[in-house]
């Protein structure tokens, strides 16, 4: 760990994004949210001495790609912080009519400009929704915006930490109840792909296979399915159709580089 600290010389990072970066639903003992972001700067900073890595996170739920590039973007040529991960376009590609093509074309762009500033830029592929009611119908969508994504990672020279092929994120663990936001376990898994992906090791294994869970009867799914859309995907779509955004009026949680 600490041989890969001194080859890359990292010593302050920036995370962009939605909720996704954010960290719901990966609760805090004081009520805030973690997520995988803030777990991957904690393990950028093991082994340095304290105060030595900074660290900010300016990603806030809800915001579409444009909205990342316009309000987060920008501060980072302000901070400039040795690295930056930039997963942004989920809500982009999520919405009715959108063609992966156009938000990978936006996603470039905004990547150049990370790259004039940041030395390394890590991005994230987007989820496999195989296993996701109504999302899945998604999936093709998703898998074509990744592709972009992997070649704009060749052009530009970023690191890929690649959610798809991470198994672990298909099962139910790896989810909090609405099902649209990782668990605390699924942000760990994550943070541990993203260490790797920047040549970190890990002790842990974030492919590691979840612990058998009891198995559900087709009955028992498909009333945890009408319950689960009841409760979260019915007021999200009414969210989306109404064009408001659960990040109204939420700033970003640590806007500025700061001693972890």
Not at 20 to 37: C, I, K, R, V, Y
Not at 137 to 156: C, E, P, T
Not at 211 to 218: K, L
Request: with cysteine; proline share 6%; net charge negative.
């Amino acid at each position: 760990m600490a041989d890969h600290l001194e080859i890359l010389d990292l010593s302050s990072y920036a995370a962009l994004g939605d909720s996704f970066t954010e960290g719901l639903n990966d609760p805090n003992p004081d009520g805030t949210f973690a997520g995988w972001a803030d777990r991957l700067a904690v393990l950028l900073a093991e082994g340095r001495p304290a105060g030595d890595f900074r660290y900010a996170n300016l990603a806030v739920r809800g915001r579409l790609l444009d909205q990342i590039v316009a309000e987060q973007v920008p501060q980072v040529r302000r901070i400039q912080p040795d690295l930056v991960t930039f997963c942004a376009g989920g809500n982009d590609i999520l919405r009715p009519g959108s063609d992966p093509d156009e938000v990978a074309e936006r996603f470039e762009n905004a990547v150049v400009q990370l790259r004039e500033t940041a030395r390394t830029v890590l991005i994230c592929t987007g989820f496999d929704t195989r296993d996701v009611p109504v999302l899945r119908h998604l999936r093709g969508k998703i898998a074509a915006y990744n592709l972009h994504l992997r070649a704009i990672a060749d052009r530009n020279d970023c690191a890929v930490a690649d959610l798809w092929s991470l198994r672990p994120l298909r099962g139910r663990q790896a989810w909090s109840e609405d099902r649209l936001h990782l668990s605390s376990e699924g942000h760990q898994r994550v943070a541990l792909l993203a260490a790797r992906a920047l040549g970190l090791a890990t002790a842990a294994d974030p492919a590691e296979p979840w612990p058998a869970e009891a198995e559900h009867t087709p009955a028992e799914v498909r009333r945890e399915n009408l319950q689960w859309a009841r409760d979260y995907l019915i007021p999200w779509v009414g969210r989306r159709l109404r064009g408001e955004s659960s990040g109204d009026n939420v700033e970003a949680k640590r806007p500025e580089l700061l001693p972890l």
